[in-house]
Protein backbone atom coordinates (compact mmCIF):
# COMPACT_ATOMS: atom_id res chain seq x y z
CA UNK A 1 0.00 0.00 0.00
CA UNK A 2 2.99 2.47 0.94
CA UNK A 3 4.40 1.53 -2.48
CA UNK A 4 1.08 2.37 -3.90
CA UNK A 5 0.75 5.63 -2.15
CA UNK A 6 4.34 7.06 -3.48
CA UNK A 7 3.58 6.59 -7.07
CA UNK A 8 0.50 8.97 -6.73
CA UNK A 9 2.61 11.49 -5.31
CA UNK A 10 4.36 13.33 -7.57
CA UNK A 11 8.05 15.26 -7.27
CA UNK A 12 6.30 18.82 -6.94
CA UNK A 13 4.05 17.63 -4.15
CA UNK A 14 7.10 15.49 -2.48
CA UNK A 15 9.05 18.93 -2.73
CA UNK A 16 5.81 20.81 -1.32
CA UNK A 17 5.82 18.39 2.05
CA UNK A 18 10.02 18.37 2.35
CA UNK A 19 9.28 22.50 2.03
CA UNK A 20 6.68 22.33 5.05
CA UNK A 21 8.68 19.42 7.06
CA UNK A 22 11.86 21.62 6.63
CA UNK A 23 10.42 24.73 7.52
CA UNK A 24 8.28 23.60 10.70
CA UNK A 25 11.40 22.07 12.31
CA UNK A 26 13.47 25.16 11.68
CA UNK A 27 10.95 27.38 13.15
CA UNK A 28 10.19 25.37 16.17
CA UNK A 29 14.21 25.45 17.13
CA UNK A 30 14.64 28.97 16.21
CA UNK A 31 11.85 29.11 18.77
CA UNK A 32 13.29 27.45 21.43
CA UNK A 33 16.40 28.83 20.83
CA UNK A 34 15.08 32.63 21.17
CA UNK A 35 13.38 31.03 24.20
CA UNK A 36 16.83 29.39 25.64
CA UNK A 37 18.78 32.31 24.90
CA UNK A 38 16.46 34.35 27.24
CA UNK A 39 16.20 32.06 30.04
CA UNK A 40 20.37 32.24 30.21
CA UNK A 41 20.40 36.05 30.59
CA UNK A 42 18.01 35.50 33.43
CA UNK A 43 20.37 33.68 34.71
CA UNK A 44 18.29 30.07 34.84
CA UNK A 45 20.02 26.83 34.45
CA UNK A 46 18.19 25.37 31.52
CA UNK A 47 18.31 22.42 28.52
CA UNK A 48 17.82 23.20 24.69
CA UNK A 49 15.22 20.17 24.85
CA UNK A 50 13.17 21.83 27.82
CA UNK A 51 12.64 25.14 25.71
CA UNK A 52 11.95 22.52 22.80
CA UNK A 53 8.83 21.48 24.92
CA UNK A 54 7.55 24.54 26.08
CA UNK A 55 7.31 25.55 21.87
CA UNK A 56 6.57 22.44 20.33
CA UNK A 57 3.39 20.86 22.18
CA UNK A 58 3.15 18.28 19.68
CA UNK A 59 5.54 15.21 21.03
CA UNK A 60 5.20 11.97 23.29
CA UNK A 61 5.74 13.94 26.92
CA UNK A 62 8.16 11.37 27.55
CA UNK A 63 11.57 12.81 29.02
CA UNK A 64 13.44 10.15 29.77
CA UNK A 65 17.10 11.56 29.20
CA UNK A 66 15.86 14.38 27.47
CA UNK A 67 14.38 12.61 24.96
CA UNK A 68 10.89 13.18 23.81
CA UNK A 69 9.98 12.53 20.42
CA UNK A 70 8.33 15.81 19.11
CA UNK A 71 5.97 15.21 15.70
CA UNK A 72 6.08 17.17 12.75
CA UNK A 73 3.98 16.39 9.40
CA UNK A 74 3.79 12.57 10.55
CA UNK A 75 7.39 12.31 11.21
CA UNK A 76 9.10 11.89 14.49
CA UNK A 77 12.04 14.03 15.79
CA UNK A 78 14.04 13.77 18.68
CA UNK A 79 17.31 15.69 20.04
CA UNK A 80 20.36 13.63 20.77
CA UNK A 81 23.29 13.83 22.63
CA UNK A 82 25.63 13.22 18.74
CA UNK A 83 23.37 11.40 16.17
CA UNK A 84 21.94 12.84 13.52
CA UNK A 85 20.39 10.59 10.85
CA UNK A 86 16.84 10.04 9.19
CA UNK A 87 15.89 6.35 10.23
CA UNK A 88 13.54 5.71 7.48
CA UNK A 89 12.11 2.28 8.87
CA UNK A 90 10.11 4.22 11.37
CA UNK A 91 10.21 7.86 9.88
CA UNK A 92 11.86 9.19 12.30
CA UNK A 93 14.75 12.51 12.08
CA UNK A 94 17.60 12.32 14.87
CA UNK A 95 19.42 16.27 15.30
CA UNK A 96 22.89 15.71 17.49
CA UNK A 97 23.38 18.51 19.49
CA UNK A 98 26.53 18.84 20.72
CA UNK A 99 28.05 21.94 18.96
CA UNK A 100 24.19 23.39 20.49
CA UNK A 101 25.39 22.38 23.93
CA UNK A 102 29.27 22.78 24.01
CA UNK A 103 28.08 26.85 23.58
CA UNK A 104 28.41 29.25 25.95
CA UNK A 105 28.38 32.58 24.24
CA UNK A 106 25.33 33.91 22.70
CA UNK A 107 27.15 33.89 19.45
CA UNK A 108 27.94 30.30 19.65
CA UNK A 109 24.65 29.75 20.45
CA UNK A 110 23.24 31.36 17.35
CA UNK A 111 26.49 29.77 15.13
CA UNK A 112 25.33 26.34 16.84
CA UNK A 113 21.50 26.99 15.81
CA UNK A 114 22.87 27.10 12.20
CA UNK A 115 24.53 24.37 12.16
CA UNK A 116 21.61 22.70 14.02
CA UNK A 117 19.61 24.04 10.81
CA UNK A 118 21.60 22.72 8.46
CA UNK A 119 20.81 19.20 9.72
CA UNK A 120 17.51 19.61 9.04
CA UNK A 121 17.89 20.56 5.25
CA UNK A 122 19.93 17.51 5.02
CA UNK A 123 18.00 14.95 6.19
CA UNK A 124 14.44 15.92 5.14
CA UNK A 125 16.57 15.48 1.71
CA UNK A 126 16.81 11.69 3.03
CA UNK A 127 12.76 11.29 2.57
CA UNK A 128 14.01 11.01 -1.25
CA UNK A 129 17.39 10.38 -1.66
CA UNK A 130 18.93 7.57 0.48
CA UNK A 131 22.17 8.16 1.71
CA UNK A 132 25.37 6.41 2.29
CA UNK A 133 25.70 3.63 5.30
CA UNK A 134 29.41 4.25 5.51
CA UNK A 135 31.27 5.65 8.19
CA UNK A 136 34.34 7.11 6.08
CA UNK A 137 37.66 6.16 7.65
CA UNK A 138 40.24 5.71 4.85
CA UNK A 139 40.18 8.51 1.85
CA UNK A 140 38.82 5.63 -0.24
CA UNK A 141 35.55 5.63 1.81
CA UNK A 142 35.64 9.07 2.17
CA UNK A 143 35.37 9.77 -1.76
CA UNK A 144 33.14 6.91 -2.04
CA UNK A 145 30.25 8.56 0.63
CA UNK A 146 30.62 11.66 -1.07
CA UNK A 147 30.05 10.78 -4.21
CA UNK A 148 26.99 8.41 -3.20
CA UNK A 149 23.96 10.27 -4.98
CA UNK A 150 21.84 10.73 -1.89
CA UNK A 151 24.66 12.48 -0.03
CA UNK A 152 25.56 14.43 -3.16
CA UNK A 153 21.42 15.70 -2.79
CA UNK A 154 21.17 16.56 1.26
CA UNK A 155 24.17 18.05 0.85
CA UNK A 156 23.58 20.58 -1.93
CA UNK A 157 20.00 20.94 -0.10
CA UNK A 158 22.19 21.33 3.14
CA UNK A 159 24.32 24.09 1.65
CA UNK A 160 21.93 25.80 -0.57
CA UNK A 161 19.49 26.42 2.75
CA UNK A 162 22.62 28.00 4.37
CA UNK A 163 23.63 29.68 0.66
CA UNK A 164 20.12 31.33 0.87
CA UNK A 165 20.32 32.35 4.81
CA UNK A 166 23.33 33.90 4.21
CA UNK A 167 22.50 35.43 0.53
CA UNK A 168 18.63 35.61 0.52
CA UNK A 169 18.90 37.69 -2.61
CA UNK A 170 21.71 36.26 -4.55
CA UNK A 171 21.78 33.28 -7.04
CA UNK A 172 24.28 30.85 -6.38
CA UNK A 173 27.84 31.64 -6.79
CA UNK A 174 31.03 29.38 -6.12
CA UNK A 175 33.02 31.75 -5.02
CA UNK A 176 30.40 33.10 -2.79
CA UNK A 177 29.54 29.45 -1.27
CA UNK A 178 33.75 28.89 -0.40
CA UNK A 179 33.52 31.76 1.14
CA UNK A 180 30.09 31.11 2.95
CA UNK A 181 32.29 28.07 4.29
CA UNK A 182 34.82 29.65 6.36
CA UNK A 183 31.51 30.89 8.48
CA UNK A 184 30.42 26.90 9.20
CA UNK A 185 31.51 26.01 12.78
CA UNK A 186 30.68 22.15 12.18
CA UNK A 187 33.45 20.84 11.91
CA UNK A 188 32.12 17.70 9.27
CA UNK A 189 30.40 20.24 7.73
CA UNK A 190 32.66 21.95 7.21
CA UNK A 191 35.43 19.76 5.88
CA UNK A 192 32.45 17.97 3.22
CA UNK A 193 32.02 21.66 1.93
CA UNK A 194 35.93 22.01 1.76
CA UNK A 195 35.93 18.86 -0.41
CA UNK A 196 32.99 19.02 -2.53
CA UNK A 197 33.95 23.21 -3.82
CA UNK A 198 37.38 23.51 -3.19
CA UNK A 199 39.43 20.46 -3.04
CA UNK A 200 37.43 18.32 -5.83
CA UNK A 201 37.62 21.37 -8.18
CA UNK A 202 41.80 21.27 -7.79
CA UNK A 203 43.35 19.47 -10.56
CA UNK A 204 46.07 18.37 -7.97
CA UNK A 205 43.77 16.85 -6.05
CA UNK A 206 41.68 14.99 -9.00
CA UNK A 207 45.08 13.59 -9.81
CA UNK A 208 45.47 12.44 -6.27
CA UNK A 209 41.92 11.05 -6.09
CA UNK A 210 42.07 9.70 -9.60
CA UNK A 211 42.20 5.58 -8.59
CA UNK A 212 39.28 6.37 -6.40
CA UNK A 213 36.61 8.08 -8.48
CA UNK A 214 36.44 11.31 -10.71
CA UNK A 215 36.15 13.70 -7.88
CA UNK A 216 35.37 16.63 -10.87
CA UNK A 217 32.46 15.17 -11.79
CA UNK A 218 31.68 15.18 -7.75
CA UNK A 219 32.59 19.12 -8.02
CA UNK A 220 30.23 19.59 -10.75
CA UNK A 221 27.23 17.54 -9.58
CA UNK A 222 26.96 19.17 -6.29
CA UNK A 223 27.50 22.43 -7.78
CA UNK A 224 24.25 22.02 -10.15
CA UNK A 225 22.14 20.34 -7.45
CA UNK A 226 22.86 23.02 -4.88
CA UNK A 227 21.66 25.52 -7.58
CA UNK A 228 18.59 23.51 -8.18
CA UNK A 229 17.38 22.77 -4.38
CA UNK A 230 18.51 26.73 -4.13
CA UNK A 231 15.88 27.45 -6.63
CA UNK A 232 13.01 25.12 -5.43
CA UNK A 233 13.67 26.55 -1.60
CA UNK A 234 13.25 30.55 -3.23
CA UNK A 235 10.05 29.31 -4.87
Not at 61 to 77: D, M, N, Q
Request: aromatic fraction near 8%; charged fraction near 30%.
Amino acid sequence: MTEILETLISPEQQEVIKQRLSRLIEEKIRSATELYIRKKREGEQVDIVECLLEVWPENDGVVWIRKPVFTAEGYGVRFEPLSTEYDSNNNRFSFGLEEFRAATEESDIRNALESLIDSVYHEVEHIDNVGSPLQPETVAESIEYLSNLGEIQAHARQFASRYMREYPKEEFDLQRMIALIDKMTDPKAKNKALQYFVRFNDPGRQEQYRAYGDVEAVHQAIVEATKQHLTKLKQ
